[in-house]
């Protein structure tokens, strides 16, 4: 080995010098951006819900009145012409000698003719001069014309910015101060020299950050915070997966603020000054309100919103924030299989997890509902409680008698009344004698509305042999020989992605969509600790929704979790549930290229607003003079226009935000109108966005 750290190439026997090997290819590319120390000392501000806090300057509420460029060079102008004016008349005498009477009442007659009068004098010229100079200067305002050419008009911001935290100061977060006042200055030290040295990214900070706000909470989890931090450094309190971080990132992330980047709000008139240029990011604090996208095929939907999104909640996973369940049909550009810890590829032999059908419930009556709202929810005339009443007349004996839930087949059998299946079932149950009387109870209520008018037996059946198909074997398993997924793991931070078999089953795929939308909204209402952010992401909620999972969006907000809900038209949605899912959610996103029928909801959804019009109306005007009526004619003989007086009338209106039209033929490409709300109750009114779109 040289001393220049160069390995020496040696001629072999046959007297061949081999080439160096070539250094091993990146595992990514090179990244070029600030440190994790100069990203955490950035200051974060927001003045509004959907504000990108990473160096945000607040904005003043109202654009500043600017006078037009010619305006200030005219009047500037007309001013240097009056004071020169006026100093040549003071100067030549022709408005007297006024003007020296103080420079002869101050100055001694004996100073006649000499130096000292000479001075006297030009000094006093040149304090009338300046005189004249401030006064006309201001008249003309001289300043602001110099501003505006020497200097682009900069935005005014509404308050200062605030400073960041200086390097090695008590406030430096890089220090971990919050750790120092604990008590706990060795671990500190540690994490400090970790993201020193590189070996820290904003994962291990918001994941190490997270783990010690847990400790604050229980005191009893010091020591074990403190071991593992000294043991492992940046790698402590690690997700149980072993990730720190994902094997790509394709949007642009803030953990430290939770938030992702969107786009930037378009600086034109039809966005409120305030928001103008600034960028425009998306957080659980208004997605815990859910949101609602709607934009034509190609829109965008997936890689400009859909995708960054999920990361970025699969990124809070990792940090121990929030777990993250993205569904979309098999193919969907959801990012890497590498970036979940659970990947259920609906009717893929080759999958390793399977679906729990029944949403890890225990209770029959609550495993019938969620089947019932999945099966029959958007089945027109068919009661849903009457068909969960009728699922929990078959589920109860039959987990009664197998300690278990029926499979797809047997399921199928049941509600068929196939007589070997219900036989078998009756046998099991009348074996332990008395004990299961209510159960046999239920068997025989089951077998007497089946065929009855309005019996919802044989519309469940048709729905379920949806699912009783080859592509299905093997699926929906509740044996225990399987790895079925449940929704019940949402108080872990988990990353689960969810294939359906759209292409070839679309019927079924659209089935389990609403069977996995009533489960989530079922288990994020369950769950005990609340403290994570539970999402679940819909790359195509097309015919998913039902009148009890739209109430279940609503109430979501109060159970710290949310959805995202993308369509290709509102027509996907019952028109009964059009107005009723608008008003559930709290963000609201159109697409450009939606139609003006789905705009006219839109439009409805975001109310109106008050405006000042400024209404001109040109009058002709009629001279009595003679001399005015030749030059008026004369006017009209050179310009070609009649002699005109203009009357301006201004008003105060009640317009819409976005009308219909606007959102059809005003959004351009790669845009979107969005409103925000927040779980506070904070609202951002309709943004004209430029989307940034993925990486």
Known sequence: MDTDGTRETRPTRAGHIPRPAAPPKPSHAPTAGPTLAEWLRVPRSSDGPGVWTYGHVPRAAEEPEVTPLRQLVSGALIALLAGLLLWSLLWNGYLGGFWLWPLYMFTPDSWAGTVP?????????????????????????????????LSSRAVQPLHPAESAPQAGGDD?????????????????????????????????????????????VDPSRMRAFADSVRDKGAGACVHPSGDRDLPVRAARHDLLARQVLLGTVEDGVRNPYARRGTSLALDPDVLGTSLLAVGPSGAGKTQRLVRPVVESLALQALAGQAAVVAVGAAGAQL???????????????????????????????????????????DVPGVDVRRAATALAQLLGPFRTAYGRFPAVPELRELLDQVPAAFDALRRELAADGPAHHAMLRELDARTRQHGAHGDPGPALADRVALLDRPAFAGFFDTTGQGRPFSLRALEHPIRVRVDLPERGHADASRMLARLLLAQFNAAAAARADRSLFAFLAFDDASHTLTPETVRGVQRLRSAHAGVLLTLRSLDDVPEALRTPLLGAVGCRMAFSGVTTWDGKRFAEAWGTEWVETRDVTHRTVFADQPLTRLMHSFRKLVTGKAVTTDAVTVRQVERERWSASDLAHAVPPGHAVLSLTSVKGERAAPLLVRLAGTA
Request: charged share 25%; no cysteine; aromatic share 10%.
């Open 117 to 149: 009068a000479v001075v006297a004098s030009y000094a006093w010229y040149a304090i009338v001069a300046t005189i004249l100079i401030v006064g006309f200067g201001r008249l003309g305002r001289w300043p602001e014309l110099l501003r505006r050419l």
């Open 172 to 216: 430096d977060p890089v220090r971990w101060p919050q750790l120092r006042g604990a008590g706990l200055s060795e671990a500190a030290d540690r994490l400090e020299g970790e993201a020193g040295g590189g070996r820290m990214n904003d994962v291990d900070y918001a994941r190490i950050r997270r783990a010690w706000d847990s400790v604050r």
């Open 335 to 377: 990012g890497p299989e590498a970036a979940y810890d659970v990947v259920v590829r609906i009717g893929d032999p080759a999958s390793v997890y399977d679906l729990d059908l029944y949403g890890g419930a225990t209770d029959p009556d609550e495993a019938a509902t969620l089947l019932a709202e999945a099966f029959v929810g």
